[in-house]
């Protein structure tokens, strides 16, 4: 059964409201029409249109009534990550009608006017095979709950969540949210073609986008949590703690509950001492004991917070904010428009230095061809000129605070420290950082 979901200005008023019922019977009857529509796909040796299309074209023509037949329809699939597989669904206008009496009930209707122009939206099918049942309804619900929060509180274009079900008891027999579908390209398939002017103008833009998410904050660290679901604009978001040891684990709750409760207020210098104790709990639970470590890490975090790199709140954090999951558009030869950001499955709330991230993929890609002069040095090339525009683009826009944070190692190990102390030393990785991370201290610090 599909729970009730966001209100959108594209679906039913309602998906409780007793028409739905009616529009979804009425479905029915344009099944048999989408059905033909795909046995004369399959017959003009195209071949068969996959189940899966199918099943997102009887879901959209049941949400929207105004959908009449297959040749509104457009689905694509656009793309499989490691926890989710997405298309994307276009509907078209439909062909109006020419007889007076019918212009005039449609106009009456608004309906005429709703039929106009194309709409775009995204299904998304988690195939995470770790997570299944109640595990993986608490994640689908975590995901709109962290959608409803962002779209109350950024400025810029986000998805908005249609509809949803968070298990199989659907027309599509599976999980699925359907989302908008922001306008513009995907920015990894336009960064090569961009000039050193276009490239500076989107690093702008990208770097007010992480200050603005930034400007969100919460009285804890940790995920945005299924209690805001349903009452976005609550003055306070609701955190769920992070997951001791990680998020797959059916871990007993005495470790997975942190002693303060996720109800109280943190610094994140008090966060980390309380990831100590939870880790610690962990760890004895599996015959680890990674202690001289953790003790040294606490001493760093101890000075770092007396030099200001910690703070006393947590902010939000994209956590993938990549050109993968960054929409633009080209508007000149100079000036590219950042359209939307996607992807807040991983978003949290975390210190400041995790949140103020430098863009720094921005100007650390490749130089291309080497090129040499008579004397054998080396000559700048495109990609330099690119790359110098994205770091004064970058200077140029940041805020004096976002500069102090981009600028300064302690700033970079503070990032390092939190990281450690939000997933632990139980992977070699993370014991790499962390050692990685005490030697940088004492060379940067040799007497402290």
């Known amino acids: 059964m599909t729970l009730s979901a966001v209100p959108s200005k594209d679906a039913p008023t309602s998906l409780n409201d007793p028409t739905v019922s009616t529009i979804r019977e009425s479905t029915k009857l344009k099944v048999s029409h989408l059905r033909m529509a795909f046995h004369q796909y399959d017959s003009d040796g195209l071949g068969p249109l996959d189940a899966t299309i199918i099943n997102i074209m009887n879901l959209i023509s049941g949400l929207f009534p105004h959908v009449l037949s297959s040749s509104q329809l457009k689905v694509e699939k656009i793309g499989e990550g490691s926890y989710n597989r997405v298309y994307g669904v276009t509907i078209l206008p439909a062909e109006a009608r020419r007889d007076s009496a019918t212009i005039l009930t449609n106009r009456i209707k608004g309906f005429f006017a709703a039929s106009r122009k194309s709409r775009e939206y995204v299904v998304r099918f988690p195939h995470d095979r770790e997570l299944t049942g109640d595990a993986l309804a608490d994640q689908i619900l975590r995901e709109i709950s962290t959608l409803q929060v962002i779209n109350s509180r950024l400025h810029f274009p986000t998805p908005r969540v249609v509809d949803y079900s968070v298990n199989s008891a659907n027309v599509l027999g599976k999980p699925f949210v359907l989302q908008t579908r922001l306008r513009g390209q995907c920015l990894y398939d336009l960064w090569r073609h961009l000039n050193a002017k276009q490239r500076a103008s989107a690093v702008k833009q990208i770097t007010k986008i992480t200050e603005q998410i930034a400007s969100v904050t919460a009285h804890r660290a940790g995920t945005i949590s299924t ?60 015959g680890q004991n990674n202690q001289d470590v953790w003790m040294q890490l606490i001493d760093i975090a101890k000075l770092l917070q007396r030099r200001g790199w910690l703070g006393n709140t947590f902010h939000l954090v994209h956590n993938d904010l990549f050109p993968r999951n960054i929409m633009a558009s080209i508007k000149d030869t100079s000036t590219v428009e950042i359209t939307g950001i996607v992807d807040w499955d991983f978003a949290c709330f975390a210190p400041k230095c995790a949140a103020l991230t430098v863009p720094s993929w921005t100007w650390e890609l490749d130089r291309g061809e080497v090129l040499l002069d008579e004397s054998g040095h080396q000559l700048p090339t495109e990609e330099d000129e690119k790359n110098t525009a994205c770091r004064e683009a970058f200077h140029d826009s940041a805020s004096v605070e976002f500069k102090r944070f981009a600028s300064s190692h302690d700033s970079f190990i503070a990032q390092r420290v939190y990281a450690v102390f939000g997933q632990g030393l139980k992977a070699p990785s993370m014991r790499s950082v962390a050692t990685k991370t005490i030697l940088q201290w004492s060379e940067l610090h040799p007497e402290e």
């Open 227 to 286: 209690e805001n679901l349903g009452f976005p604009n609550m003055s306070r978001i609701e955190v769920d703690p992070f997951p001791v040891p990680g998020p797959y684990r059916s871990a007993d709750s005495d470790l997975q509950t942190p002693r303060t409760g996720s109800t109280s207020t943190q610094t994140p210098f008090q966060w980390m001492i309380e990831q100590h104790e939870r880790w610690t709990r962990y760890e004895y639970s599996i």
